[in-house]
């Protein structure tokens, strides 16, 4: 209680608890994007559902991990080396992760993009995804996106208390935009294209990650967020020549 009360009025902790949540909130963009798309293939009436206990396993999963930081830190130390560089079981987990994100998000775009081939979807089977399938996938992902962020947590404060809360409020934010993010996904078109796009590029992003290769995620960020005004402009542009079309028109 006591070291609580201190970090409360340490200015130094709220500085960490603030920049803590928006690198969480941040990093659990990846994890909202995939769970939309994959929410977004059952059929409507368990959407909403499916996306709460997707992102509440996120939150289990999260502080599961919190509470066992010093195997977490143990993660980091290679196990095996190989190609000259030391493969850790972070670095394995991000590897698995990344080839698993690859392989999906190529699947649903071939789908979307070969209009002949409606029989199957990213995974194989029918269009329509089942429930448990769903839930699977997305726990299996939520694993891959927690050890990330509990991993970069450790590196960034060593206050258990900070770690909670920081990864607490981002999954809220997670939970308040999730509805709003796969609707507006699944009804721009284009945005599903855009948004299977940030799913390869964070693919593979985990697969250089995993090998080694450091890559400063601002900048995969910055062009996430450069991409996204572009087609946000592309759809205004779009929307104003329809009305101008049926102005024309009547």
Do not use: C
């Amino acid at each position: 209680m006591d070291s609580i009360l201190a970090l409360l009025q340490d200015p130094a902790a709220w500085i960490a608890l603030i920049t803590l949540i928006v690198m969480e909130v941040v990093l659990g963009i990846d994890n909202l994007i995939f769970i939309s798309i994959l929410t977004n293939k059952l059929p409507p009436e368990h959407r909403v559902q499916a996306r709460r206990i997707g992102i509440g396993l996120a939150l289990i999963m999260r502080l599961g991990l919190l509470g066992t930081i010093a195997w977490i830190v143990q993660l980091t130390t290679p196990v095996f080396e190989a190609f000259g560089h030391g493969f850790s079981w972070k670095d394995m987990i991000l590897i698995a992760g990344g080839l698993f994100l690859v392989w999906k998000a190529t699947k649903e775009i071939h789908h979307n993009v070969d209009p002949v081939d409606h029989k199957e979807d990213m995974v194989g089977g029918a269009v329509t995804s089942s429930f448990s399938a769903a839930i699977g996938q997305i726990l299996l992902l939520d694993l891959v996106f927690s050890v990330d962020s509990i991993i970069t947590a450790v590196g960034m404060t060593p206050h258990l208390p900070i770690m909670v809360v920081a990864v607490v409020v981002a999954v809220a934010v997670m939970l308040l935009a999730a509805n709003p993010l796969a609707n507006f996904i699944e009804k721009n078109p284009t945005i599903v294209m855009l948004a299977l796009a940030f799913l390869l590029m964070i693919g593979t992003t985990l697969i250089a990650e995993g090998m080694g290769f450091h890559v400063p995620k601002g900048y995969v960020y910055a062009a996430m967020t450069f991409s996204a005004l572009v087609e946000i402009l592309n759809m205004i542009s779009r929307r104003a020549r329809q009305k101008k079309q049926g102005t024309t028109t009547h």
